[in-house]
Structure formats: C-alpha cells, structure tokens
C-alpha cells in the first residue's frame, strides 16, 4: 500500500496525505504547501508517507 500512496504523493500530494492521515491537520497543511509551491507540498507528503 506505500507503494501506491508514493504514486500518488508524486502526482497529488494531497490525496496521499488524506490517504495517509485523513483529514487532519497534516492534511490541510500539506494542501497549503502545494498551493504555495509543488515541491514543498511533494516533500511533505512523502514525509508522512516514509516516517513511521
């Protein structure tokens, strides 16, 4: 399943982090990230992914 999450942190970086955590903070902050720039809202994404 982390291999699909990853996909999707990739291409969306919200829908990974809602997959991951749900709608929660991480969620709405990942979102705020990605509005500001791709790569910020990539990168934390796929920190909530790889952290465990």
């Not at 990853?6 to 969306?12: E, R, S």
């Not at 903070?25 to 465990?52: D, E, R, S």
């Amino acid at each position: 399943m982390d291999i699909i999450k990853i996909i999707f942190a990739i291409i969306l970086p919200p829908v990974a982090a809602a997959l991951h955590v749900g709608i929660t903070k991480h969620f709405w902050i990942n979102v705020l990230l990605t509005i500001l720039g791709f790569l910020p809202g990539l990168i934390h994404a796929l920190w909530l992914i790889l952290k465990k």
